[in-house]
T-cell receptor, first 115, second 113 residues
Framework: QKEVEQNSGPLSVPEGAIASLNCTYS??????FFWYRQYSGKSPELIMF????GDKEDGRFTAQLNKASQYVSLLIRDSQPSDSATYLC???????????????FGQGTILTVHP | NAGVTQTPKFQVLKTGQSMTLQCAQD?????MYWYRQDPGMGLRLIYY???????DKGEVPNGYNVSRLNKREFSLRLESAAPSQTSVYFC????????????FGNGTRLTVT
């Protein structure tokens, strides 16, 4: 089992809809969670990070973290064609293990927003 | 503000050749990382350096070596390139070892023939 798993998609939504991206992780002690967006041929750029259970909102983006169920999600409201990209979930493993500090990425979900 | 600068942007090597990928950051970050990205596999950590003077293996270190030259610079060396090392390589940095967000360089597209 991969440490961080995402549904690889592709996920296709119409313009104006809500896009829901999901990520599960295996290390129950994980503390830091990140969502990056990557346009084709470009480097990843940070969208949001979340450390605590619950929701965190930033503009059209909402990150949701549920540590008991070991998942983190990203909701994009009022999706725009410019949101079409690959979305990468990243998790910092727990401090008790040898992997602490080594951010682990999921394989990414390709999102397409069609007009 | 340059952020994280990687060189070169593109490189073609023949099997068995060596090369060094250079990375420098000007954000006074403590931690630096080298990732490779292959289609459908996300980003995989090759090596990282939590602070100046320390380096540690990541998920896929075989065939690579690194040097944390100083706080700003972290280089990745391929001693004897293999076709399996054809990939896009990203250098990244952050202030606090995976707790703070990563800042990425623009990437190096390496092809080994």
């Amino acid at each position: 089992q991969k440490e961080v798993e995402q549904n690889s998609g592709p996920l296709s939504v119409p313009e104006g809809a809500i896009a829901s991206l999901n990520c599960t992780y295996s290390d129950r002690g994980s503390q830091s969670f990140f969502w990056y967006r990557q346009y084709s041929g470009k480097s990843p750029e940070l969208i949001m990070f979340i450390y605590s259970n619950g929701d965190k909102e930033d503009g059209r983006f909402t990150a949701q973290l549920n540590k008991a169920s070991q998942y983190v999600s990203l909701l994009i409201r009022d999706s725009q064609p410019s949101d079409s990209a690959t979305y990468l979930c990243a998790v910092n493993p727990g401090a008790g293990g040898t992997s602490y500090g080594k951010l682990t990425f999921g394989q990414g979900t390709i999102l397409t927003v069609h007009p | 503000n340059a952020g994280v600068t990687q060189t070169p942007k593109f490189q073609v090597l023949k099997t068995g050749q060596s090369m060094t990928l250079q990375c420098a950051q000007d954000m006074n970050h403590n931690s630096m990382y080298w990732y490779r990205q292959d289609p459908g596999m996300g980003l995989r950590l090759i090596y990282y350096s939590a602070s100046e003077g320390t380096t540690d293996k990541g998920e896929v270190p075989n065939g690579y070596n690194v040097s944390r030259l100083n706080k700003r610079e972290f280089s990745l060396r391929l001693e004897s390139a293999a076709p399996s090392q054809t990939s896009v390589y990203f250098c990244a940095s952050d202030q606090d070892s995976g707790v703070s967000p990563l800042h990425f360089g623009n990437g190096t597209r390496l092809t080994v023939t």
